[in-house]
C-alpha cells in the first residue's frame, strides 16, 4: 500500500498524513529518505510495518514522470528509485511520452 502527498499541497498536506499514520502506531522499516529521479529528489519516503510506503512528492500537482515513477513502483513492489534506477526510468519516460504524442 502507497500513501502520499505533494509537499507543498494544500489538501493533501504532508503533516496530515504523517499524523494519521503516526495514529496507526506503525513500526518504521525503512527510515525517511530521499527518492530520485535522474538524479533529482523528487520526494522522500518511508516504509512503515504492513509494507506501508509513505511517500511525497515534490511540489503540488503530480507531474507526470513523478506519477508514472509512483504508479510503476507500487505495481512492481519495488522501492521508490535511487540512483541506479533513476536512468531506466527516465528512458522508460521519455519512451513513453513519445508514444503518446504519436
Aim: glycine letters at 10%.
Amino acid at each position: 500500500m502507497v500513501t502520499g502527498s505533494g509537499d507543498t499541497d494544500g489538501r493533501v498536506p504532508v503533516t496530515s498524513t504523517k499524523y494519521s499514520i503516526k495514529k496507526m502506531k506503525l513500526d518504521v522499516k525503512t527510515l525517511w529518505h530521499p527518492w530520485l529521479i535522474g538524479g533529482e529528489v523528487d520526494g522522500y519516503t518511508q516504509v512503515y510495518e504492513g509494507e506501508l510506503t509513505f511517500a511525497t512528492v515534490r511540489g503540488a500537482g503530480y507531474q507526470p514522470i513523478r506519477a508514472l515513477s509512483l504508479i510503476t513502483h507500487f505495481l512492481h513492489g519495488s522501492p521508490l528509485p535511487d540512483t541506479s534506477t533513476s536512468a531506466r526510468l527516465l528512458i522508460c519516460y521519455a519512451f513513453f511520452t513519445f508514444v503518446i504524442f504519436l
